[in-house]
């Protein structure tokens, strides 16, 4: 079965500080796609990034990073300097290749004071 | 670009009410899912389909039921509505045509609020 697990619930930052939001994913499959998705208060869905299976090269996109390690089925979010603009809830995802459904985590909720 | 298209954007119904929610995919997409947030919760999966065929079935309740049109709208029926049935619905599109996943486009969602 799959499953998405994010430990921390809830994440409170002070302006500038780095951030880093775990995510450790179960599947057997060997082909699956992995996403984050960030919740601000007004509720939409904002995707940030998709990572399939067969590409562990780590990415960088601004601020943000991520760190795709299948030896320990994580995929890591980072946001260096955080902003209060980065205040949100942040879900990880994971689905298979054909299926297609998304499984998502329980989600962590930054927050940025000034 | 066009989006994925969710109406209405609120909704309050009372009790044992019926609710239809509407969603329209990206042009193109082939697959259209539906989506439930209760507060404080992560999406559950309800129902998805694929070239208008219903291809995946998740946690979705008796009382609602989906389908998808020639035009490849979706709609999310649901009746004998109950309080815990207040969440926010997500549709989302993506195309799997070819074998893959390219990713998931979701709309903005309905808040829908049983009283």
């Known amino acids: 079965a799959q499953k998405v697990t994010q430990a921390q619930t809830e994440i409170s930052v002070v302006e500038k500080e780095d951030v880093t939001l775990d995510c450790v994913y179960e599947t057997r499959d060997t082909t699956y796609y992995l996403f984050w998705y960030k919740q601000p208060p007004s509720g939409e869905l904002v995707f940030l990034i998709r990572?399939?299976?067969?590409?562990?090269q780590n990415e960088i996109s601004g601020r943000y990073s991520w760190n795709f390690q299948k030896s320990t089925s994580s995929f890591n979010f980072t946001i260096t300097a955080s902003q209060v603009v980065d205040s949100a809830v942040y879900f990880c995802?994971?689905?298979?290749?054909?299926?297609?459904?998304?499984?998502f985590g329980q989600g962590t909720e930054l927050s940025v004071k000034p | 670009a066009a989006g994925v298209i969710q109406s209405p954007r609120h909704l309050i119904k009372e009790k044992r009410e019926t609710a239809t929610l509407k969603c329209y995919p990206i042009?193109?997409?082939?697959?259209v899912y539906w989506y439930q947030q209760g507060p404080g919760q992560d999406p559950q999966f309800l129902i998805s389909?694929?070239?208008?065929?219903?291809?995946d079935k998740g946690s979705i309740p008796d009382r609602f039921s989906a389908q998808q049109f020639s035009d490849y709208h979706s709609e999310l029926n649901m009746s004998s509505l109950e309080l815990g049935d207040s969440a926010l619905y997500f549709c989302a599109s993506s195309l799997r045509r070819y074998g893959t996943n390219y990713g998931y486009t979701f709309g903005s969602g309905t808040r829908l609020t049983v009283v």
């Open positions: 990572r399939n299976s067969f590409d562990e």
């Open positions: 042009p193109r997409h082939d697959t």
């Open positions: 389909f694929y070239e208008k065929m219903q291809s």
């Open positions: 995802a994971l689905s298979e290749l054909q299926g297609g459904k998304l499984i």
